[in-house]
């Protein structure tokens, strides 16, 4: 019903920066919030950020606080996630999620983008 496709992600030095973008599409979106998680190889898939979409309010994990930055765009149905100061262990796939006004929790996920970090 609600498609997303993230874009973005990369090949990047220790240091550097990253934008990923997580776009939507569909016949309907009415979204209460959308955010950003990631998962190493490995690992279990974890929560980075989240940014409700009315408000506006944002919420981070601890490790990527102060580093990372979620925001949308609500004319274009997009939200994206400004990742600075990039560090190796923020290796990962990163998905991005939807939960609309009528459901419950994140419902929509998109497929992923690679975001690699050299040492």
């Known amino acids: 019903q609600v498609q997303l496709v993230e874009s973005g992600g990369g090949l990047v030095q220790a240091g550097g920066s990253l934008t990923l973008s997580c776009a939507a599409s569909?016949?309907?979106?009415?979204?209460?919030?959308m955010g950003w998680f990631r998962q190493a190889p490995g690992e279990e898939r974890k929560f980075v950020a989240t940014v409700y979409w009315f408000s506006g309010y944002t919420s981070y994990a601890d490790y990527v606080k102060g580093r990372f930055t979620i925001s949308r765009d609500t004319t274009k149905n997009t939200m994206y996630l400004q990742m600075n100061s990039l560090k190796p262990e923020d290796t990962a796939v990163y998905y991005c999620?939807?939960?609309?006004?009528?459901?419950?929790?994140?419902?929509?996920w998109g497929q992923g983008t690679q975001v690699t970090v050299s040492s």
């Open positions: 569909g016949r309907t979106f009415s979204p209460y919030y």
């Open positions: 999620a939807v939960r609309s006004t009528s459901g419950r929790d994140y419902e929509d």
